[in-house]
T-cell receptor, first 114, second 114 residues
Framework: AQSVTQLGSHVSVSEGALVLLRCNYS??????LFWYVQYPNQGLQLLLK??????LVKGINGFEAEFKKSETSFHLTKPSAHMSDAAEYFC????????????FGTGTRLTVIP | NAGVTQTPKFQVLKTGQSMTLQCAQD?????MYWYRQDPGMGLRLIYY???????DKGEVPNGYNVSRLNKREFSLRLESAAPSQTSVYFC?????????????FGDGTRLSIL
C-alpha cells in the first residue's frame, strides 16, 4: 500500500525566499511521485512527477523536487518565492503497476509574504 | 482552450434528492476521473474510466454512479443525496496510457447537501 505525509499544513515564506514543502512517502514498491498545485477555486494542476530515471525532477513555474529513496522523501523546492506561488500544494504517490492507486497527501497551504 | 469543463459550479440539494454532475474534456483523452475533496484531506478517487464504455470503482464509490457517455463526457450521479456527500467534486482527464495519473482538472463543483 502507498501513502504520503506532508509535513506542515501551512507554510509561510517571504517573497524571494526559498520555498521548501516536505513530502514523505510510504510504498512497498518503487513509487511514482507527483506534486500538484491548487489555486483558489480552481482544480489541481500537475507541477511535476517522478517515475524513473533522474531523481531531480524539474517542473513548471521554477519548481523542482528530488526523489530520495534512502529518506523516502520527495520534497518540493523553489529558490525564490513569488507572490503568485501562494496556493495549496499536494503530494501524491502511486505504484508503477495497477490502477486506482493514486494517493494524495492532505496538502500544504503556502503563503508568500510581501 | 477549454480543457476540462464541469457543470454546475455550485449546487445545493436536500437530502434524498438526485442530481448529475457533468464533465466534458476537449483534449481527446482516454482516461477520465471523478474525485471528491474534503477539508483537511487530499483528493479521493470516486470512479474512473480508462476508455469510452468502461468504468471502474475508486476508493469511495458508495452512493455514486457514473456514465462514460462518449470519449468527451463523463458524468457523476448521486441517486439519493446524503449530507456526507457535501464536498467539492473534481473531474480530471489524462493522456497517459497508464491509469491514475490525472493531468488536467476542472474547476470543481461545490455541492452542499442539507
Amino acid at each position: 500500500a502507498q501513502s504520503v505525509t506532508q509535513l506542515g499544513s501551512h507554510v509561510s515564506v517571504s517573497e524571494g525566499a526559498l520555498v521548501l514543502l516536505r513530502c514523505n512517502y510510504s510504498s512497498s514498491v518503487p513509487p511514482y511521485l507527483f506534486w500538484y498545485v491548487q489555486y483558489p477555486n480552481q482544480g489541481l494542476q500537475l507541477l511535476l512527477k517522478y517515475t524513473t530515471g533522474a531523481t531531480l525532477v524539474k517542473g513548471i513555474n521554477g519548481f523542482e523536487a528530488e526523489f530520495k529513496k534512502s529518506e523516502t522523501s520527495f520534497h518540493l523546492t523553489k529558490p525564490s518565492a513569488h507572490m503568485s506561488d501562494a496556493a495549496e500544494y499536494f503530494c501524491a504517490v502511486s505504484a508503477p503497476t495497477g490502477a486506482n492507486n493514486l494517493f494524495f497527501g492532505t496538502g500544504t497551504r503556502l503563503t508568500v509574504i510581501p | 482552450n477549454a480543457g476540462v469543463t464541469q457543470t454546475p459550479k455550485f449546487q445545493v440539494l436536500k437530502t434524498g434528492q438526485s442530481m448529475t454532475l457533468q464533465c466534458a474534456q476537449d483534449m481527446n483523452h482516454n482516461s477520465m476521473y471523478w474525485y471528491r475533496q474534503d477539508p483537511g484531506m487530499g483528493l479521493r478517487l470516486i470512479y474512473y474510466s480508462a476508455s469510452e464504455g468502461t468504468t471502474d470503482k475508486g476508493e469511495v464509490p458508495n452512493g455514486y454512479n457514473v456514465s462514460r457517455l462518449n470519449k468527451r463526457e463523463f458524468s457523476l450521479r448521486l441517486e439519493s443525496a446524503a449530507p456526507s456527500q457535501t464536498s467539492v467534486y473534481f473531474c480530471a482527464s489524462s493522456e497517459e496510457e497508464r491509469l491514475n495519473q490525472p493531468q488536467h482538472f476542472g474547476d470543481g463543483t461545490r455541492l452542499s447537501i442539507l
